[in-house]
């Protein structure tokens, strides 16, 4: 295939201030683990620094330092995109094969993520691959009770990677996870190991941790994860719901609806839902059993965005995960199952009533 129409990955990493973004980028992007990916960083500020951290800026590096990512310059995103594919189709740039954009602290992903996956010349040149969300294990608390920023990025992570590990005790590490896990229950949580070790993710450097964060998150691990939710929902006796000191709105759990979904009526609910409910549904993640289709189709949504959606080869054998049903995981902020669940059955028979 020409350069000029491949369809290269994009890994969406954010973090609030301080995490340590650029502390991880700079550990796996490097030699050979980093000569087939270029990284987009953006600041906010009027002098950007985080290349500075990360390495020297080449060919391949575009830095947007003229504001937040995910609003003021959204347009710079797109044009920065689109030249950085054109150097690479007309030989101006060694060839990459994949793309990394790191965020500001502040950014909130929502607003990223549309326009990756709603301008059609971005769309046509990369593919949303994964949103890593890096989490500062010492202030996640404080920075959880403050900023709602924090929020929108943990919420909207396919993978949450705990960084600085090795300045809180294992109790704080642990409390922390749960939060994540109730939070975020289908992301998965990787922990960020000692750098003056030079070890990475579950003791992986170079190109292992590379591979270990910016694999795809369309993989059939979501359905394991997926069990998870509705084991620890059994378990806990309903919903995951995180309760710090203060009850929070943010819910997390499970639909499953176990007849084949009709696909034209459900995506008109599911439409309608998100455009009534968007702002208040952080993250749906599911697999959906298609009536007259023997391949799971996997969903992904971003409070009112929905990825383009991805059909799996075969269903999965994982455990009770296996079973032909459709599941859905939602992240909600003041929404229940039985209110979503409510809303479809109605509409369902609201169709049928009618005749459609």
């Not at 600085?164 to 949580?189: C, E, F, G, S, Y």
């Not at 968007?278 to 949504?301: E, F, N």
Request: one cysteine or more.
């Amino acid at each position: 295939m020409s350069l000029a129409y491949e369809i290269l990955p994009l890994t969406l990493v954010t973090g609030f201030l301080g995490s340590g973004k650029s502390t991880l980028l700079a550990d796996v992007l490097q030699g050979d683990a980093a000569r087939d990916t270029a990284v987009l960083v953006n600041e906010f500020g009027d002098v950007g620094l985080d290349h500075l951290l990360i390495g020297e800026v080449d060919a391949r590096t575009v830095l947007l330092d003229n504001g937040c990512v995910c609003c003021s310059i959204r347009g710079e995103l797109k044009d920065a995109l689109a030249t950085l594919f054109s150097q690479r189709a007309r030989g101006k740039t060694p060839a990459f094969s994949r793309v990394v954009l790191e965020t500001t602290g502040l950014a909130t992903p929502a607003p990223i993520i549309a326009t990756l996956l709603g301008d059609p010349v971005i769309r046509s040149h990369y593919a949303l691959n994964a949103t890593i969300t890096v989490v500062d294990a010492v202030n996640a608390r404080e920075q959880h009770a403050r900023y709602p920023e924090w929020l929108a990025q943990v919420t909207a992570a396919d993978r949450l990677l705990i960084s600085k590990p090795d300045l809180v005790d294992q109790t704080t590490l642990t409390d922390l996870a749960v939060v994540l896990t109730a939070l975020n229950p289908t992301a998965q949580i990787l922990v960020r190991g000692n750098a003056s070790h030079a070890q990475g993710i579950d003791g992986h450097s170079g190109r292992a941790l590379l591979d270990a964060l910016f694999a795809s998150a369309s993989s059939t691990d979501l359905v394991m994860r997926m069990g998870r939710v509705r084991r620890h929902a059994a378990v806990n006796g309903g919903p995951l719901a995180h309760r710090g000191e203060q009850a929070s709105s943010i819910h997390s759990f499970c639909m499953q609806i176990d007849t084949p979904l009709d696909w034209q009526v459900f995506t008109l609910w599911f439409t309608l839902l998100l455009n009534r409910h968007g702002g208040k549904i952080l993250r749906v993640k599911g697999l959906l059993d298609i009536a007259d289709s023997d391949r799971p189709a996997v969903l992904h949504a971003v409070q009112h965005l929905v990825h383009p959606v991805l059909h799996l080869q075969a269903w999965p054998q994982a455990d009770e995960a296996s079973q032909r049903c459709s599941r859905l995981v939602f992240i909600a902020e003041g929404l229940s199952r039985d209110a979503i669940e409510a809303s479809y059955a109605r509409f369902r028979h609201h169709l049928e009533d009618t005749g459609r």
